[in-house]
């Protein structure tokens, strides 16, 4: 069968099982045998790039703290763990560099670039900066939700991989009609409930290897599996790698596809 492996990531690390985009998580990602993690990354005051979700840290902290408004030495103060579980107090926020440095010679690294509008405060060179200090452009996937960060990572480095995160909402007919105009991207990242034959052909037309996200429960990792997703990216890698094996035994395939 000539059908290249089909790769598993854990999501925001691995976020239903351990702190979100933390060390941690990464690593709970890798010990369950996820091929890849998609983190999310942004910029802080003093201008390094952390790994976080949301542009305040509330749901992770428990106070409504602005990224860009703490410089790396305060954020490190913080404690990112604690809200998940006991077991996790003291987990700090990385910076992608530790996430590079840890995780790139072992897994895939789907970077999330965060940032509305035009301006990602210097996001992309600083991400594409640090990818390539390190030689890891093949083992990186830079994703987005927002067309102007993917573009302008593209104008940086035509060669690195591009994913475009697609979400059902207000605006998907729109992105998905200047996607395809505006760049070619690597992969597409739709969410579960855009996972559909119509998905599917989308992103074969485009030659895109199809990559759903956030997609947790068995039954739609088992749908995704099915309508032959390239990668499916799920906040449990535990439950993730066991479905997919026994996915793969039941269509009496090797669990290596
Ligand atoms: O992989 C795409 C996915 O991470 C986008 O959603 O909000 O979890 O970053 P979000
Ligand atoms: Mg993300």
């Known amino acids: 069968m000539d059908r290249e492996k089909i790769l598993l990531f854990g999501h925001r690390g691995a976020r239903g099982e351990a702190p979100e985009n933390t060390i941690a998580g990464?690593?709970?990602?890798?010990?369950?045998?996820?091929?890849?993690?998609?983190?999310?990354?942004?910029?802080?005051?003093?201008?390094?790039v952390v790994v976080a979700?949301?542009?305040t840290l509330t749901q992770i902290t428990g106070r409504r703290l602005p990224v860009l408004a703490y410089s790396l030495v305060e954020l490190k103060r913080l404690d990112v763990g604690a809200s998940f579980s006991e077991a996790y107090r003291g987990e700090r926020?990385?910076?992608?560099?530790?996430?590079?440095?840890?995780?790139?010679?072992?897994?895939?690294?789907d970077l999330e670039l965060k940032g509305k509008g035009i301006h990602a405060f210097g996001l992309e060179e600083k991400v594409i900066r640090l990818v390539h200090r390190r030689g890891l452009q093949d083992r990186v996937i830079l994703s987005s939700f927002n067309p102007l960060i993917l573009?302008?990572?593209?104008?940086?480095?035509?060669?690195?991989?591009?994913?475009?995160?697609?979400l059902d909402d207000f605006w998907i007919g729109l992105?998905?009609?200047?996607?395809?105009?505006?760049?070619?991207?690597?992969?597409?990242?739709?969410?579960?409930?855009?996972?559909?034959?119509?998905?599917?052909?989308?992103?074969?037309?485009?030659?895109?290897?199809?990559?759903?996200?956030?997609?947790?429960?068995?039954?739609?990792?088992?749908?995704?599996l099915e309508l032959g997703a390239d990668g499916v990216i799920s906040?449990?890698?535990?439950?993730?790698?066991?479905?997919?094996?026994?996915?793969?035994?039941?269509?009496?395939?090797?669990?290596?596809?």
């Open 26 to 48: 990464c690593r709970r990602a890798l010990s369950a045998g996820m091929d890849g993690i998609e983190v999310d990354v942004r910029v802080c005051r003093s201008g390094e």
């Open 93 to 109: 926020i990385p910076l992608l560099e530790e996430v590079l440095d840890n995780f790139g010679d072992k897994l895939i690294l």
């Open 151 to 166: 573009l302008k990572a593209a104008s940086l480095d035509p060669t690195l991989r591009l994913g475009f995160n697609l």
């Open 175 to 224: 992105r998905k009609i200047w996607f395809p105009r505006l760049l070619h991207s690597y992969s597409v990242h739709p969410e579960p409930s855009l996972m559909d034959e119509g998905m599917v052909k989308f992103a074969r037309r485009r030659e895109a290897k199809l990559i759903p996200w956030q997609v947790n429960e068995e039954s739609d990792i088992r749908r995704a």
């Open 235 to 257: 906040d449990f890698p535990t439950r993730l790698k066991r479905v997919y094996n026994e996915w793969c035994a039941e269509k009496r395939l090797p669990p290596s596809l």
């Open 53 to 55: 979700h949301d542009a």
